[in-house]
């Protein structure tokens, strides 16, 4: 090619923005159906809100009073987490603990909420908990054991990172979406720049994916579209040692510090609410918020107040709606998939928002059913049953 020859831009099927969990497992499911795909970040895998959450496989338990949508999405990709991608688990288990009169009074109505949603449960007295947990409160009246459990926040992703690349998929790490281009009212291409060297370029593509998190709004903003995301930060407190080998969680409506899931040899503590306008606001840590958390929790494990902190961090849910609830505890954590021909009258685009990472597979799946019929393609989701690869095959050169 001579100098002054223009370069063609590539081409893909299918453009992926975002390198988060959903991102992460919305390649893999292209992959597995046959669809070549390649996949932008900005920053390093897993490097926005999926690295900064505190680790928690949801039983569903914790949304069955309020959001029964949501539990009923985690119970179900709960199961199918075990079978895929059991490295990446702690199959610990959770508590839900009472520690006062109307908390115990509470235990009725969320046991049959849990039990209209699918979500198993066991309801233990007091002394039981203790047995389970004995750093808990000895005030403890009594507790319900759920299919909660841990995740490696980094691990599981990264499976699904693995699983894609080994299987084809193009992952280009510090690629920032710049731009969408369009023709005739459909979303035609993305405009990148590579932040090492500074170069700019544009890769078309029959559909792009919009699983940008709580940027998602902005990126479909770049075509005109909209994703009505409302960002919510929430604070997380590690401190150094394993005060429960359970997640515990406060019986009660979620509030701060109703949390304490361990990881390892840490304990983290989520988490308070509140909301902002752009996910940037949301990297910093309010003054008074960590010494909250440590207050809060330790309602439920006295020794969280003398385990020294190792971490604190600030993580914005990408969360769908308008201001509903004081802090966004109101808002469902559901989530739903954007097909911007029909919302918005531009094609090409489809947008992902919402959900928890215990749902990634089951956002994804629904993502690329969707992407599949605007395709005109006719291939079955295989991820429910495809074991994933160790995380560490994603840096394998073979």
């Not at 923005?17 to 390649?38: C, M, N």
């Not at 029959?206 to 604070?235: C, E, K, R, S």
């Amino acid at each position: 090619m001579s100098a002054t020859a223009k370069r063609q831009p590539e081409r893909y099927p299918v453009i992926v923005v975002g390198g988060g969990g959903t991102g992460g497992a919305i390649l893999h499911d292209l992959t597995l159906r046959g669809i070549e795909a390649v996949l932008v970040e900005r920053g390093e895998l897993t490097s926005g809100t999926t690295g900064r959450h505190h680790g928690q496989l949801h039983s569903g338990a914790r949304y069955a009073f309020n959001d029964p949508e949501s539990a009923v999405e985690c119970v179900e990709e709960n199961e199918i987490l075990r079978r895929i991608a059991r490295p990446a688990l702690e199959l610990n288990d959770g508590l839900f603990v009472a520690l006062s009169e109307a908390e115990e009074a509470f235990s009725e109505p969320f046991l049959e909420r849990c039990r209209a949603c699918g979500i198993p449960t066991r309801l233990v007295d007091g002394k039981t908990a203790l047995a389970l947990e004995p750093k808990l409160n000895p005030r403890v009246r009594l507790a319900i054991q759920v299919p909660d459990g841990t995740i490696d926040a980094w691990r599981l992703p990264m499976m699904f990172f693995a699983t894609a690349r080994t299987n084809g998929a193009d992952v280009r790490t510090f690629t920032e979406a710049i731009g969408l281009e369009s023709a005739a009212g459909r979303v035609t291409g993305v405009q990148v720049l590579d932040r090492r060297t500074d170069r700019q370029y544009t890769i078309q593509g029959d559909l792009v994916v919009n699983a940008a998190g709580p940027w998602a709004g902005q990126v479909a903003g770049m075509a005109g579209a909209t994703v009505p995301i409302q960002p919510t930060p929430g604070v997380m407190v590690a401190v150094r040692g394993r005060l429960a080998n359970m997640v515990i969680n406060r019986l009660s409506p979620p509030g701060d510090a109703d949390i304490i899931v361990p990881q390892r040899n840490l304990s983290v503590v989520g988490t308070t609410s509140w909301f902002v306008d752009t996910p940037e606001e949301a990297l910093v840590c309010p003054e008074g918020h960590i010494e909250r958390m440590i207050e809060k929790g330790s309602e439920m494990i006295p020794a969280l107040t003398a385990a020294p902190v190792r971490a604190a961090w600030v993580a914005a849910r990408p969360l769908i709606g308008g201001k509903n609830g004081e802090g966004g505890r109101a808002m469902s954590r559901a989530f739903r998939c954007y097909d911007h021909q029909a919302e918005d009258g531009v094609d090409g685009l489809v947008s992902v928002a919402g959900g928890k990472a215990t749902t990634l597979r089951g956002m994804a799946e629904t993502v690329v059913d969707l992407v599949c019929t605007k395709l005109g393609l006719e291939a079955p989701c295989r991820t429910r049953e495809t074991v994933l690869l160790p995380h560490k095959a994603f840096f394998s050169k073979g």
